[in-house]
């Protein structure tokens, strides 16, 4: 019984739709492009915090631990987190600038 729950579960993620929809296409469907965007994120964000060096390394490491990746699925998957992160961190300087919240 727990794997039909366990299967139903992925199921439903795997019918989730991308988040990477929410970015420009040109971004979402180039590894590379959203690379060098994660990493001016991270080069923003850290200048603001003084800890560059350890975000942009941070940003770095993750593509460079997945860069060997063939699975189709978890390339998608690695791509929504990045895109995830990028859309949290647009979001977050939205509401700082107009003082509206945009999220629930």
């Known amino acids: 019984m727990l794997s039909v729950e366990k299967d139903r579960d992925y199921q439903s993620i795997k019918k989730m739709p991308s988040l990477q929809k929410a970015l420009p ?5 180039n590894v590379l492009r959203l690379y060098r965007e994660c990493l001016r994120r991270a080069k923003f964000i850290g200048h603001q915090k003084h800890n560059t ?3 942009v390394t941070m ?3 993750q593509f460079k631990k ?10 998608q998957k690695m791509k929504d987190d990045a895109a995830r992160g990028l859309i949290n961190h647009i979001l977050y300087e939205s509401e700082k600038i107009t003082g509206r919240k945009f999220s629930g």
């Open 59 to 61: 940003v770095r490491e």
């Open 53 to 55: 060096e350890l975000l």
């Open 25 to 29: 296409p040109e971004l979402a469907d």
């Open 66 to 75: 997945n860069m060997h990746e063939t699975d189709p699925e978890k390339i």
